[in-house]
């Protein structure tokens, strides 16, 4: 479930970074350049990610991190259409409960991963670099994180605003769509789990014992 580490260190270690906030920095110094245009509403809420919800998530005790989890991809992360889109056309072959299960069940393995990665987390720096509109009538917002031990990886974020708020629809990392990715890997496994929705169901069944029955 490579991609699926992929998309959590994109939604999440982004926001969970140490270096967002301000540690080891002056205080007067920004933890998230904008260059987009101080007053641009898309690339404000990819800053307002990085410098509201780290202090959150560093503060939770381990016990209560994946509630807090679950919280933090609910409000920001489009689930539902990452999965429908991931599915592709067997989504249309599954009746509801199914899908809903198959929603529940993504869910908790990025949260799982999410937890997993926090282990071997290291200090990076997100820089907004471009918003332009694109096509669905979403925003891109093009970053750059900075690596302590590396180079500046393009980070790419497809947003759609759901009322008043922005939802993740795609992250593009170094012009790889996880989305995609993660169609190409669903397909995969479904086809060699027999070709089914069902098999491929019990599959991350064991991969996650017990998820949580509240996910939307």
Not at 59 to 83: M, W
Not at 158 to 169: C, N, S, V
Request: aromatic share 6%; with cysteine.
């Amino acid at each position: 479930m490579r991609v699926v580490w992929v998309l959590s260190i994109c939604m999440a270690s982004v926001v969970m970074s140490p270096e967002a906030v301000g540690t080891d920095r002056g205080r007067d110094e920004a933890p998230a350049q904008l260059t987009a245009g101080a007053h641009d509403p898309a690339a404000g809420y990819v800053i307002a990610l990085v410098e509201e919800t780290v202090p959150q998530l560093l503060a939770t005790p381990d016990a209560q991190r994946s509630n807090q989890l679950r919280r933090l991809f609910d409000e920001h992360i489009d689930l539902l259409g990452i999965a429908r889109f991931a599915m592709g056309r067997y989504w249309r072959l599954t009746g509801d409960e199914e899908r809903a299960e198959f929603v529940r069940l993504f869910r908790e393995l990025l949260v799982q991963t999410s937890n997993a990665s926090l282990a071997d987390y290291r200090s990076e720096r997100l820089r907004v670099t471009e918003t332009r509109p694109a096509e669905d009538n979403e925003v891109l917002v093009r970053s750059a994180l900075s690596l302590n031990d590396g180079p500046h990886v393009q980070i790419d974020w497809r947003l759609r605003r759901d009322a008043e708020r922005f939802r993740i629809q795609d992250v593009i990392v170094e012009g790889i769509s996880v989305r995609i990715a993660l169609r190409d890997l669903f397909a995969i496994m479904i086809q060699e789990k027999g070709g089914t929705m069902a098999t491929l169901l019990s599959a991350m069944r064991e991969l996650v014992p017990s998820p949580p029955r509240d996910a939307r």
